[in-house]
């Protein structure tokens, strides 16, 4: 049990302090207050992108008398978040480089309500406009203003409230909002409101876009590109997981105190904002900045030319590893790098059948692939020997070495990735020792030449300092009791005493000295340590953690016992076991009373809800159907009325025939035959009758159809039917509830198809013992990150205020419970009319007796 101790004190320790060079610090000025605006930044934190990639990210918090760019400028952060405004900036010499887009087109809108008569943009000259300093600066908003002869000027602004009230009770005529969040506000209370947008006057900006500094830039190329990458990852995430980053930004990122329904409805009013054509994220480009360069150029608010690529920073943020020409060249006349290492200093490194092994080996190999260089080892048998190599520049690196004033006299060193504190180990009857200073008159071994022992025979005259060859030799005199202890790493005392002292020696006391070890290469040729500062760098957590949990696991389990844990598992087993036999009977006994009991009111419930959902899914067509059928007694109304109306002008004047009266009758009685049946249809439809029966399937579609009216025809949608003569027996109202489910949804992704491509395609077959429907449209299809979510409750691809979520749901239902079939969609891609159309798949299959 002592050894499984030792073992967990350990690990933890080791994994404490050997996690390689700490992680960058870094900062970002957020534009605003907490919102899902933000959500990439917040997830890249929270789901641990930004450690993953080595950074330690701040998030500046937004207050009203924050100037993101000025923040930036004067490196109080090192990123911010601004508007397509930052060119105005850059035009004035300003040190801004751009790094990547998240919203493609421009949110920003002005608001007003609908009830205060500002129907156009004109209409705003000399009104009341809420907005911040900030805000002022979107050249959106004055790129918009200009182009109708309007400008700042003209407007009367008053610093924002933040607070849609103000609106409402006209404290202001207009806010200037963005469209992912205050239209929401309005429609919750039932405000009608116009907005003016950018993009609909011809100014479609980017916006939120990730800037930083040349400088910083310059300085700091991993840096850069890490953070960028982590955080459109952190995007990627936020909205392929709505919902889950939605409830992380309402209990944690939450100033605004906005209710879950909001932030859903700004997340999914982004996603229509923030993909590029090809679906990315991020993306800037210099063809649409140059654009929007000559459109402030014609708006007169650019005085200076500039170019887009001066200022976007697309040349190494895709780049995995950042080495300059220089450096290259270097490398390439070098050929080979020669090493020296410590050849016994495990777990660290060790020469072994001259192969260099331990964890600054795995370090060497993963720099060696960086670098694209071999790097050849020097044998030696001590440490001495391959400090005097490299004073002779034999050596051109030292794989793990630690600066001191002697060494940095022909050694230059690199960013530590290693960091372990000094430890005392002793016999096991010393008493802990928290200060070293406490020991006085005893003797402490130390390897010679080791940078420690020069620091501490400095730093404790008091302390007779005792040199030996390697960390063996001196833990084997405190075993012998010639030295009360040996100071050494942690990691190297402990990978020791667990191998081959243990129950012999232990640790009993840590200094406050903490270890950073690095590489170390020739001064005379400096360039090398720039090279493995970036390697070393661009080194990964994952990579990082890989390499310890190899030589800090494996090596301790080797000769662990498991005798007394399965004992004890084995006990505690057997306790458990006799104690569920004990209860099982009385528990048993008792929960199936209650479950029985539950499973007859659930399956109570259950009837009770499909009946009300199936119902609400029948009052949902039930407004569809009203206009359609509206529309459908326009015209035997119309025609009831002329007919009507000419006999009676006719008789009037004595004109009226015979024949003439009774055709305007005939007229009369087929419009009124046509609107009774229509009637008669109707009721039908919501018919509660469940009986079976011979169901002729072309008259059940062309009732569906009739149902949909002319909504077909307005939209210019052209049907092409392929339908065999089959008859079902089957529930009729339900199936046609269905079929008319599918085609609204179908009607539904048509509306807004550019074109006169726009098909519905009914096939309708047998196929063995089944029916097999098919309709498809060329509508686009279903985007595939939704396809798997159609069928379910609630679920709804139209606003909130437009569509239940319960159409296909409920004709899921009603196929799989009701008509005993199945019903299914996909994608499908098909060819018609010599053209090729993208549209939505959906199957019914019916058994037909």
């Not at 890490?226 to 944690?252: M, Q, S, W």
């Not at 494996?554 to 505690?572: A, M, S």
């Not at 067509?621 to 509206?630: C, F, H, K, Q, W």
Request: proline share 2%.
């Amino acid at each position: 049990m002592k050894r499984i101790i030792f073992i967990f004190i350990l690990n933890t320790f080791l994994l404490s302090f050997l996690n390689a060079s700490n992680l960058q610090k870094t900062s970002v000025q957020l534009m605003w207050f907490d919102q899902f605006e933000f959500a990439g930044f917040y997830t890249a934190l929270e789901k641990g992108f930004y450690k993953d990639y080595g950074l330690d990210v701040e998030l500046k918090k937004y207050t009203d008398s924050t100037d993101v760019t000025k923040e930036v400028l004067e490196k109080k952060a090192d990123f911010g978040i601004n508007s397509s405004s930052l060119l105005l900036d850059i035009s004035q010499n300003k040190d801004i480089i751009l790094l990547g887009s998240i919203f493609q087109s421009s949110p920003v809108i002005l608001l007003t309500l609908k009830k205060f008569g500002i129907n156009h943009l004109q209409d705003i000259k000399n009104k009341t406009i809420m907005m911040t300093e900030e805000e002022k600066k979107f050249a959106t908003l004055q790129s918009m203003l200009i182009s109708k002869g309007l400008s700042l000027n003209d407007i009367n602004i008053i610093n924002n409230s933040f607070d849609i009230n103000d609106l409402i009770n006209r404290k202001t005529d207009l806010i200037l909002a963005f469209s992912t969040n205050e239209p929401l506000l309005l429609q919750e209370r039932g405000y009608e409101y116009n907005m003016f947008q950018p993009k609909d006057y011809g100014f479609d900006f980017y916006e939120d876009i990730i800037f930083t500094t040349n400088e910083f830039a310059t300085e700091n190329p991993k840096l850069v590109h890490n953070f960028y990458e982590a955080t459109i990852k952190g995007f990627e995430y936020a909205f392929n997981n709505i919902d889950e980053i939605v409830k992380l930004i309402y209990d944690k990122y939450n100033s605004q105190n906005k209710s879950l329904e909001s932030l859903t409805f700004e997340a999914n009013e982004m996603k229509k904002l923030i993909f590029d054509k090809n679906g990315k994220i991020g993306t800037i480009t210099q063809e649409k900045m140059n654009l929007i360069i000559n459109t402030y150029k014609v708006m007169g608010l650019l005085k200076k030319d500039i170019h887009s690529k001066d200022f976007i920073y697309n040349k190494d943020i895709n780049s995995e590893f950042l080495l300059n020409k220089s450096e290259k060249d270097y490398l390439l006349k070098k050929k080979v790098i020669t090493m020296c290492v410590d050849p016994n200093w495990m777990p660290f490194e060790k020469i072994e059948k001259n192969k260099h092994i331990g964890i600054a080996a795995d370090y060497i190999e993963l720099i060696k692939q960086k670098i694209n260089t071999p790097i050849t080892l020097i044998p030696t048998k001590t440490w001495t020997e391959s400090l005097e190599l490299g004073q002779k520049k034999v050596c051109d690196i030292f794989s793990l070495v630690r600066t001191t004033p002697q060494r940095e006299k022909y050694l230059n060193f690199s960013v530590p990735y290693i960091s372990a504190p000094l430890v005392i180990a002793t016999n096991m009857n010393a008493a802990f020792i928290d200060n070293i200073s406490q020991i006085k008159d005893k003797k402490l071994a130390i390897v010679s030449n080791y940078a420690v022992g020069d620091i501490l025979k400095v730093k404790y005259p008091n302390i007779d300092f005792i040199d030996v060859e390697n960390v063996q030799e001196g833990l084997n005199l405190v075993q012998r009791g010639k030295v009360f202890g040996f100071i050494g790493t942690l990691p190297t005392v402990g990978y020791n005493i667990q191998n081959y002292y243990t129950g012999q020696l232990k640790i009993s006391g840590k200094l406050d000295e903490v270890w950073n070890l690095g590489i170390g290469s020739r001064n005379d040729e400096p360039i090398l340590n720039d090279i493995f500062n970036k390697a070393i760098t661009d080194i990964s957590i994952t990579e990082k953690q890989e390499i310890l949990n190899k030589w800090i696991s494996v090596n301790y389990q080797k000769e662990f016992n498991y005798y007394y844990l399965y004992t004890i598992l084995t006990i505690l087993a057997i306790i458990i076991f006799i104690g569920i036999l004990f209860y099982r009977h009385y528990l048993l006994k008792k929960l199936n009373i209650k479950l029985n009991k539950r499973i007859k009111e659930e399956i109570k419930k259950n009837e009770e809800k499909n009946r009300i959902l199936i119902q609400q899914s029948r009052m949902a067509s039930m407004g569809e159907m009203l206009e359609n059928i509206a529309h459908q007694w326009r015209q035997p109304l119309s025609t009831i009325s002329v007919a009507a109306s000419g006999m009676e002008i006719k008789k009037e004047f004595s004109t009226l025939s015979d024949e003439e009266f009774y055709e305007a009758i005939n007229h009369i009685k087929k419009s009124t035959l046509y609107l009774s049946n229509t009637i008669d249809d109707f009721r039908s439809f919501f018919s509660k009758e469940k009986n079976l029966k011979n169901t002729d399937i072309n008259i059940a579609i062309e009732k569906a159809l009739e149902l949909m009216g002319s909504t077909f025809i307005k939209n210019r949608i052209q049907l092409i039917k392929n339908i065999q003569n089959i008859t079902i027996l089957s529930l009729e109202n339900e199936l046609i509830q269905v079929l008319m489910n599918i085609f609204v949804n179908a009607k539904d992704a048509l509306r807004h198809t550019i074109g006169n491509d726009k098909y519905i395609i009914i096939d309708i077959y047998r196929k063995e013992e089944n029916l097999i429907i098919q309709i498809k449209d060329s509508g686009g299809g279903i985007k595939d990150d939704i396809i798997d979510k159609i069928f379910e409750p609630y679920f709804t691809t139209k606003h909130k205020f437009r569509g239940t979520g319960i159409g296909l749901y409920m004709s899921k239902l009603l196929v799989e419970k009701h008509l005993k079939g199945t019903l299914s969609a996909k994608n499908v891609e098909f060819t018609f009319m010599d053209s090729i159309h993208k549209g939505a798949l959906f199957e019914i299959v019916l058994p037909i007796s």
